[in-house]
Each structure stands twice: as C-alpha cells, then as structure tokens.
C-alpha cells in the first residue's frame, strides 16, 4: 500500500475500507502503511469523521456504528398495538391526581395518553404533537 501518488481522496477511502476490515486502526498503523506524517493521516481521520465513514478514538479510528432509520410513527403505531395498550393502561394506574408528568414521543407514550382519565388533574409536559392533539 505504500503509494506516494495516492491522492488524499484516494488514501482516504483505502484508509476507509481498512478501518471497516478491521475494525480499528491507530495513527502509527495509518503512518506506516501510508507513508505519511502523523498530522495528515490526522487531517486524514477527522475528514473521514466529519463524513460519518468512521468514529474517531483516542489514538485512530474505528468502524462507524450506523444504526437504522426508525420507521415512521404510522408504521409503528402498527406494531404490537395490543401490548403498547397493555402498558400504557398499566402506566396510568402508576400516575396520581394532581401529578406533574412528561410524555415524550412515541408509540407506547401515545397509548398512555389515550387512556388517562379525562377527570384526573395533571400538568402535562410533552414534546409531542400526538400526544397534544
């Protein structure tokens, strides 16, 4: 691998490919097979950061952790909508007239709002349009 005609386009995406094959790489490893000074392959790692292609460390990089997309919430709300029913019943029989509770987004949050007592006293802080409407 040690080209010095790469171009840095070029060393990055072979540096890249290393770093998903195995996992991590260090700076000394990136100098080594590169033939470049620590502050480029450096220069090289925050670039590829800064991209999402990898997660920079303390001393190199390692393999970006890509986690899916959610689906959308009409999606979701397709999901197990007995057992979100289930729990968010269960949830508000934990909840006390006159209580201040938060409410996030979500499905099962959603069903928790659903079936909260019309009559109860509540301060409700959400940060969620289904659960207001």
Do not use: W, Y
Request: hydrophobic share 40%.
């Amino acid at each position: 691998m040690r080209d010095i005609s790469l171009s840095n386009v070029e060393r990055q995406q072979q540096l890249a490919r290393l770093v998903e094959q195995k996992s991590r790489l260090s700076v000394a490893q990136i100098c080594e097979l590169f033939s470049v000074s620590e502050a480029t392959a450096r220069r090289d790692l925050e670039a590829l950061a800064e991209q999402g292609v990898i997660r920079r460390v303390h001393g190199g990089a390692v393999r970006a952790v890509k986690t899916p997309k959610e689906p959308p919430m009409i999606q979701r709300m397709e999901e197990h909508p007995r057992e979100k029913a289930l729990i968010g019943k269960a949830a508000v029989k934990l909840i006390r007239d006159g209580e201040t509770i938060f409410l996030g987004s979500g499905t099962t949050v959603l069903e928790v709002a659903r079936h909260l007592p019309e009559n109860i006293h509540l301060t409700v802080i959400t940060n969620s349009l289904p659960v207001v409407n």
